[in-house]
């Protein structure tokens, strides 16, 4: 997807265009033959695993219960203390 992005053919405001799912298909074809992935539903599903998972990042960060949470910028992740977890993850 990434370099599906750079092309930039595919590229637009809020993502992607429509058929970049076909030319997905065609990229993965050429870097993995016989591995017959499907942008539907395989690309799909993951696309949503990917989106549902950043959503609780960034609700994490910047949401209005994100008290205790930060970004490590160097490690890259997200970082709180242990009470914070716990918190938020029994809430």
Known sequence: MVD???VGTFNADTGFKAGYLNELEKML???LP???LKARPNIESRIRLLKRDWSIVYDMLNGQ???GFGWDEHRQLVVA???VWNSYLNS
């Open 4 to 6: 599906l992005h750079n």
């Open 29 to 31: 074809e050429k870097a």
């Open 34 to 36: 016989n591995a017959m």
């Open 65 to 67: 219960n994100n008290s």
């Open 81 to 83: 203390e242990d009470a």
